[in-house]
């Protein structure tokens, strides 16, 4: 055990751990990148969160790095959950502290599963409406900014969120919430690291006026710290916005109180089959017009492939080789009004429009459709896989048909398979290229592949990072579509909050081309890769 493991756990309640099989168990995440960390740490509770990040803002006082990164689930698909210095783990940080079912509220560690969140919280009639894998945790939901669906509403994460608790790079705790101007006024009185960064933050939004009103609208690009935008309102001031898709750089979440809602019973699903691109951008644009909620596309790709493992949908029979299948819900409080949008859409659409909807011989095929997906992203050989390289773009309803017919273009020209799937009320697409990331020149195809989806991407007036922020790896790419002015803000906002630069840097726009490549690993992943 090396001299920093030895004094760390003369400090604090929870482990610390230099073991070499144990770091390299840490080392990655579902991205392809792989960074051996010099220690991992499994705090017991907040003051251990403390004592760990003090303990690395005092060494980089004195010119040591040693940089922290919080480690939730591992499920990053962008390297934010790995890094060089002190691996934070929230294993046992897993607490449900409170449930108050009359206010609606829920207080928990940042160390508990979505799955186990939404398990209790359904035992009380009441659901956190999140998307996200099961094992994905409320801290790493939070860095990531998860989509969320708010009834009909689509939202994120930040909207259900009512204050959090936040430790910043210095070891001192801080609350986040939304504050009245008067409060505001009065938190910029204190003398400590709170009243600093409020005053700071302050000062930040006066002087970059021009650069925060140029930024797009923060839950349709999920780069940077977009998020400062919502920051100031006339009525007051709150953080909440900068640290939902911060990905650990600005704080650490150690607990957070979340709003949610009564369960609702289990909605209706419809799918439509669209032949083409147009035909997909028409039924999109009604089922958002008729508040239909979780609307997702299938490329009908996909279907062909997992057919060849065993995995195949009825809803494939009905489709067009080179179509789509848009599978949407209506969950509705009456029944009633769940059908007349049935009725709604039907009449909406041309009479030779197939529409399926959910009943006692199809429901399964509905609940298969995850599986299916599940199977195709995971159907990897030895020197091919299915890579999380650029999930989740955002794309602009209005560009949708150029986009898809520009997407099956460039595959048809480049002899690449790729096989679109998205959420259409987000406007976020996916796509998981095969290429044999253990070759050099599977690497190479792999930049080409980035390098040419991107200026699709760019073309469509889209954004990269339309679901997750950008990470370690996206960051290198998805930086090239903001310009020079709004780089140097984020760079302003990651100072306020880490002036030592000590939480996880070298992701989001810090990054290098150079020093992502040489993270590259070239060895098979690890666990099963979602879609979320």
């Known amino acids: 055990m090396n001299r920093i493991a030895i004094y760390l756990n003369k400090t604090i309640d929870g482990v610390v751990y230099s073991a070499p099989g144990i770091l390299d168990e840490y080392a990655t995440d579902r991205s392809m990148l792989k960074i051996h960390p010099r220690v991992v740490a499994v705090p017991e509770n907040t003051m251990d969160i403390r004592r760990l990040v003090r303990f690395s803002y005092q060494l980089s006082q004195k010119n040591i790095s040693m940089p922290i990164t919080v480690r939730g689930s591992g499920h990053s698909k962008t390297g934010s959950d790995i890094g060089s210095g002190i691996i934070i783990s929230t294993e046992k940080l897993?607490?449900?502290?409170?449930?108050?079912?009359?206010?609606?509220?829920?207080r928990v560690q940042c160390g508990v599963r979505l799955g186990e969140l939404r398990k209790a919280l359904n035992l009380c009639g009441l659901d956190l409406p999140v998307s996200?894998?099961?094992?994905?945790?409320?801290?790493?939901?939070?860095?990531?900014?998860?989509s969320a669906s708010n009834n009909t509403e689509p939202s994120t994460i930040q909207d259900f969120i009512d204050r959090a608790e936040i430790v910043l790079s210095d070891g001192s705790l801080m609350e986040l919430r939304a504050l009245s101007n008067h409060y505001v006024k009065r938190k910029m009185k204190y003398a400590d690291r709170e009243g600093e960064v409020y005053r700071a933050i302050d000062a930040l939004i006066e002087d970059e006026r021009e650069a925060i009103s140029s930024l797009p609208e923060n839950k349709k690009n999920r780069f940077g710290y977009g998020g400062i935008r919502a920051v100031k309102s006339k009525h007051g001031l709150s953080l909440l916005p900068l640290f939902c898709g911060s990905e650990g750089t600005l704080g650490i979440v150690s607990e957070v109180i979340l709003r949610v809602e009564p369960v609702f019973d289990r909605p209706d699903y419809i799918a439509i089959p669209c032949k083409n691109a147009a035909a997909f951008e028409k039924v999109s644009a009604e089922l958002k017009r008729l508040r239909f909620t979780d609307i997702v596309m299938y490329d009908t790709e996909l279907f062909n492939d997992s057919e060849n493992i065993g995995k195949s949908s009825r809803f494939f029979r009905s489709v067009s080789d080179d179509g789509f299948l848009i599978v949407a819900n209506a969950k509705d409080d009456s029944q009633r009004e769940r059908h007349r949008k049935f009725a709604k859409i039907r009449r909406a659409l041309p009479d030779s429009m197939r529409i399926i909807e959910e009943n006692d011989d199809n429901a399964r095929d509905f609940v298969e459709l995850e599986?299916?997906?599940?199977?195709?992203?995971?159907?990897?050989?030895?020197?091919?896989?299915?890579?999380?390289?650029?999930?989740?773009v955002y794309i602009p309803p209005e560009h949708q048909k150029d986009f898809l017919n520009a997407v099956m273009k460039y595959a048809k020209d480049a002899g690449l398979r790729l096989a679109l799937y998205g959420?259409?009320?987000?406007?976020?697409?996916?796509?998981?290229?095969s290429f044999n990331p253990t070759s050099v020149d599977g690497r190479k195809k792999m930049?080409?592949?980035?390098?040419?989806?991107?200026?699709l991407i760019q073309a469509s007036h889209g954004y990269p990072c339309g679901e997750a922020p950008e990470g370690r790896f996206m960051a290198v790419f998805a930086q090239k579509f903001e310009s020079p002015q709004t780089l140097t803000l984020y760079s302003k906002i990651k100072a306020i909050f880490d002036p030592q630069g000590i939480l996880n840097p070298g992701i989001k726009h810090e990054t290098n081309m150079r020093a992502t490549?040489?993270?590259?690993?070239?060895?098979?992943?690890?666990?099963?890769?979602?879609?979320?």
Do not use: C, M, W
Not at 375 to 385: G, I
Not at 447 to 455: E, S, T
């Open 94 to 106: 897993t607490a449900i502290q409170e449930i108050d079912i009359r206010q609606r509220l829920v």
């Open 132 to 146: 996200g894998n099961p094992f994905e945790t409320v801290g790493g939901l939070i860095a990531k900014s998860a």
């Open 371 to 392: 599986s299916i997906l599940s199977a195709y992203l995971n159907d990897n050989t030895v020197t091919n896989y299915h890579l999380p390289l650029v999930d989740g």
């Open 423 to 433: 959420s259409v009320d987000n406007n976020t697409f996916s796509v998981r290229p």
């Open 447 to 455: 930049i080409r592949f980035l390098n040419a989806y991107l200026k």
């Open 517 to 532: 490549l040489k993270q590259f690993r070239s060895d098979n992943r690890r666990g099963i890769s979602a879609k979320e």
